[in-house]
């Protein structure tokens, strides 16, 4: 009967060891084996971006992640799909509406989450080192409410 309990004794720390080592390495920064690259010409330069699941430009489920310098603003725009945030770390404003207004923010820490429902108009600003995780259905679009804030156009008009 000792052993026994023994061996479920070692069994639950060799679990509860599991489960704290899997939430200090997800906690801990950057997962191994991420590949990081700069986001599209969709998104204002400075952020990068890191495809983990599926091909967020073909139809079908897709996961993200995207890291933000302190300040980086996402100008006020909508998907044609909704989109899931998760805040992996940093702190992550975000609002609702046609007009980039950080006193109409929400603020959103470590395992903050959101979604922004199809053709709802919202922005966000990143205002310290962010990186927040998407998930949804592509393919993943961004409509600038403010045709002149899309940084495709700007790109283009130098």
């Given at each position: 009967?000792?052993?026994?309990?023994?061996?479920?004794?070692?069994?639950?720390?060799?679990?509860?060891?599991?489960?704290?080592?899997?939430?200090?390495?997800?906690?801990?920064?950057?997962?191994?084996?991420?590949?990081?690259?700069?986001a599209p010409s969709f998104l204002p330069k400075g952020a990068r971006i890191?495809?983990?699941?599926?091909?967020?430009?073909?139809?079908?489920?897709?996961?993200?992640?995207?890291?933000?310098?302190?300040?980086?603003?996402?100008?006020?725009?909508?998907?044609?799909?909704?989109?899931?945030?998760?805040?992996?770390?940093?702190?992550?404003?975000?609002?609702?509406?046609?007009?980039?207004?950080?006193?109409?923010?929400?603020?959103?820490?470590?395992?903050?989450?959101?979604?922004?429902?199809?053709?709802?108009?919202?922005?966000?600003?990143?205002?310290?080192?962010?990186?927040?995780?998407?998930?949804?259905?592509?393919?993943?679009?961004?409509?600038y409410v403010n045709p002149a804030d899309d940084p495709r156009g700007a790109?283009?008009?130098?």
């Open positions: 009967m000792r052993t026994v309990r023994l061996a479920v004794v070692a069994v639950a720390a060799l679990v509860s060891g599991a489960i704290a080592f899997g939430y200090a390495e997800l906690n801990a920064g950057p997962a191994p084996g991420v590949k990081w690259g700069p890191a495809v983990l699941a599926g091909d967020p430009s073909q139809p079908g489920e897709f996961t993200i992640r995207l890291q933000f310098p302190a300040g980086y603003r996402i100008k006020p725009h909508f998907h044609p799909t909704d989109e899931h945030v998760t805040v992996l770390s940093g702190r992550f404003l975000v609002g609702m509406g046609d007009t980039l207004s950080r006193r109409q923010t929400m603020t959103l820490g470590p395992n903050g989450f959101i979604t922004a429902p199809a053709q709802a108009h919202h922005f966000a600003i990143a205002s310290m080192r962010t990186i927040v995780q998407v998930n949804g259905e592509g393919p993943f679009a961004i409509t790109s283009t008009s130098n």
